[in-house]
């Protein structure tokens, strides 16, 4: 097992290089967007049905507690329907253990535990989550800690250079906080209940159809 | 797919939403800017005072304001915010329509500019990343801050400035796309259940007997009554009693903390103490404790005459308020929930539940009768001299906040005694019958007396020296540091302020110790955490402050609220600037070894 401290002492030290590195990189960084970029970023972690017919980005934070809530309902819809695409876009902005979070979640995926990752992150209530909080919900997962540690630091490149594609994203659609949601064509910036996104869901696919 | 320039994009996703949908669904979130209006005002004695004008539906966290001066974090006064306690989110405190904070003018150099971080969401729908402004401390002109000087993690965002003029497919909830959780927070059916359940608990305690006679001379009074007449009437009665609860859940909601600040004064503590003696010596038959003679006998009457729904509602109300005082502990707990949500309306159903809860088994008994109670017996005075015992306990408990250690211990081992007396002596008369239930009842006797003398001997012993009655109300300078030298007791913020500037010309780390004289577990630290060798020897770089919190007066109430102390004992560090470092904050009593992570973490180490 590994030193905790040393450890803690790493992904803080990630999450301020992160702080100092991703504003200049997003001035610097490419000004366009794509719809590729959003819908199928190869490296975003995707979820729910691979070959839906609708897909869900969701922009969040591991500090939103309005994430949190909403992100039951949008599991709960993706189970039932079925027939929806899911993409995860980690958009650190609330506060610097959010970084953090993203990391070790975005890092999780080169081991395929992203998903259990994400979801111990979202079951820490509230905001203002500390590191020590989100470490102590993934060693619940079963993950490979080791592994993990390895991944951060090989990829940490990588990852750094998604998580600055989804703040560009991000701000591109024009997302004032967290969490944001694009439904087919619609932007939803708001947390939303399961009849919300029922209703959204709905609409999009209304619009997909007629629109096309 | 071809490429498309982010203009295009939105302007794309612009016109889909135009078309799709009519103006309810295009309510885009509010920029952060114009939710959260920040003004500065220069006070040539208080310094530079920052308002914020929030906009309706929105709230500013007060933890999350940060000043910096040259990159370093300056200390400010933020007045205090409203709590808010969400089950899901725990306790914070937020600003709603107005927030204040004032950054001390001694602080700030004539020219330059600070950088203001704040943090704030939509209720129930976003939250923003942080947003940080440039103050120009010569014109108090506001700006954006250039990214890289916020302290949030993408500060490319913070600004705000490019917004979009892209429409956003957002459902209003006018559309009866409500948000997760309601008006009252999702936590209200729970909460109204558990108190209820409170309720149900607080309904096994003997307060909740003066009401049989009440309740059953009105439904006896009147002659015999169909059952449907008697639950009618046992319900108004419940009912009204509840609702008598929930009105003092108004009041309480409103009150707020005070009610909270003035059960911890140690006079009330010690009158609450004195009203559970008074409750235990009527358990044990010294004497009756009941209405005055004259008010059961007017509310017999009124009870046997009328048998009206109207007079059971009004016996019902006037009998929450006699039984009030006696279920003081848990209602006050109750009530102290009550008053830190600050909700009217919730904290007014939760009490109104806990009334109810408290109402069913009345109403059980109203039905079904006296019928369902065995006949008065030798066990009934078993029970009521277990109540006392009882009564005699919650009474050393509370009184033990505020009264010397060594006190309550002697208190406790009396208690024991007197227990082991009560189950041996009557033994000692009769004629030896060798039962087992005799004998366990005499071994009971005699543990709780070897327990209690070794506690009265303990008490004697102790290292927490003679009793010091005095020191408990604050008349003596109080919080006793036998345990470890070198601690500097402050007591106002003012004081603080003087120990933080000494520890800023030495350049030394700061522990800041909120202790009290009250405060059973600030002792336990003392004892097992601050006295041991390799703590102290941990500590020994360190300028090391303890602010006394023994007179819960307005100078201490400030001294907490400086750095959003919830109680003692808590520990605070600082590093040489006065700023609090992260994560490092001890509350309640831990152990040595966490204790020595979190200097370890304080120090760097």
Known sequence: MNDPISRSQFLRLAAMSALLVIPEQARSGDNEITRDMILNDPDAPVAGNPDGDLTIVDFFDYNCPYCKMAAKSLEKIVKADGNIRLVYKDWPILAETSIVGARLALAAKYQDRYLPVHHALMDIPGYGISQEQMLEAIGRTGVDQRRLDADIAAHAEDILRLIKRNLTIAEAIGLQGTPGFLVGAYRVNQALNYDGFVKVVADARARAKTGK | ?605
């Open chain 2, 1 to 605: 797919m071809p490429y498309v320039r982010i203009a295009g994009f939105v302007t794309l996703l612009l016109r889909l939403v135009m078309a799709a949908v009519g103006p309810a669904w295009s309510v885009t979130p509010m920029p952060a800017d114009q939710a959260f209006q920040l003004r500065a005002q220069l006070d040539e004695e208080e310094g530079i005072e920052l308002t914020w004008s929030i906009a309706p539906g929105h709230y500013l966290y007060r933890e999350r304001i940060v000043v910096t001066l040259d990159g370093k974090r300056i200390r400010i006064a933020a007045e205090k915010g409203e709590p808010k306690d969400d089950p899901n989110f725990g306790l914070t405190e937020i600003y709603r329509g107005t927030g204040i904070a004032t950054v001390p003018a001694e602080l700030l150099p004539e020219k330059g500019h600070i950088v203001v971080t704040y943090q704030g969401c939509a209720e129930n729908s976003i939250c923003y990343p942080p947003v940080s402004k440039s103050i120009d401390l010569a014109t108090l002109l506001i700006e954006d801050a250039g990214a890289g000087e916020g302290k949030g993690p993408a500060p490319a965002l913070g600004g705000g400035k490019e917004t979009r003029d892209v429409s956003a497919w957002t459902p209003s909830p006018s559309n009866g796309l409500e948000p997760e959780a309601g008006g009252l927070g999702g936590g209200l059916a729970s909460t109204m259940l558990a108190f209820l359940g409170f309720g149900l608990l607080l309904s096994l305690t003997p307060c909740v007997f003066p009401m049989i006679p009440i309740l059953s001379g009105m439904l006896a009074g009147g002659g015999r009554l169909s059952t449907p007449r008697s639950l009618a009437l046992s319900v108004s009665y419940v009912l009204a009693m509840a609702a008598a609860y929930g009105t003092l859940g108004i009041f309480v909601a409103w009150s707020g903390e005070n009610l909270q600040a003035s059960l911890q004064t140690p006079v009330a503590v010690l009158a609450m103490s004195a009203v559970f003696v008074a409750l235990a010596l009527s358990m044990f038959g010294l004497y009756e404790l009941q209405l005055p003679q004259s008010w059961a006998a007017k509310l017999a009457v009124v009870a046997g005459n009328r048998g009206s729904i109207g007079s059971a509602a009004l016996l019902g109300f006037g009998s929450a308020l006699i039984v009030g005082p006696c279920v003081t502990p848990p209602l006050a707990a109750a009530l102290v929930y009550v008053a830190q949500t600050g909700q009217v309306l919730r904290g007014s159903l939760a009490l109104f539940s806990l009334g109810l809860g408290m109402g069913l088994p009345l109403i059980a008994f109203g039905v079904i009768g006296s019928r369902i109670l065995p006949s008065a017996g030798v066990w009934l005075l078993r029970v009521k001299h277990v109540f006392g015992v009882i009564f005699v306990a919650l009474a050393i408990w509370m009184a033990s906040r505020v009264v010397p250690v060594a006190l309550t211990a002697t208190a406790w081992g009396g208690l024991c005694i007197a227990v082991g007396l009560y189950l041996d002596v009557p033994s000692l008369f009769q004629a030896p019958r060798w039962r087992p239930a005799k004998l366990a009842q005499a071994g009971a006797g005699v543990l709780a007396l070897f327990y209690g003398c070794v506690l009265v001997i303990g008490a004697a012993l102790s290292d927490y020296g003679p009793l010091q009655p005095l020191m408990s109300v604050g008349v003596v300078a109080s919080v006793p540091d036998a345990s470890i030298g070198g601690f500097q007791v402050v007591s106002s913020e003012a004081e603080l302020d003087r120990a933080i500037d000494l520890g800023r010309k030495q350049g030394k780390g700061i522990m800041v110790d909120f202790s009290a004289a009250w405060c059973t577990e600030c002792r336990l630290m003392e004892r097992n955490v601050f006295a041991r060798e390799e703590v102290k020897r941990r500590l020994a770089g360190m300028l090391l402050i303890r602010a006394d919190l023994t007179r819960f007066d307005l100078s201490s109430k400030t001294l907490m609220q400086r750095f959003a102390v919830v109680g003692p004992p808590t520990v605070v560090f600082l590093d040489p600037d006065g700023t609090e470092i992260t994560d490092t904050r001890v509350v309640g009593d831990i152990g040595v070894d966490d204790f020595l992570n979190k200097i370890a973490k304080a120090t760097g180490v």
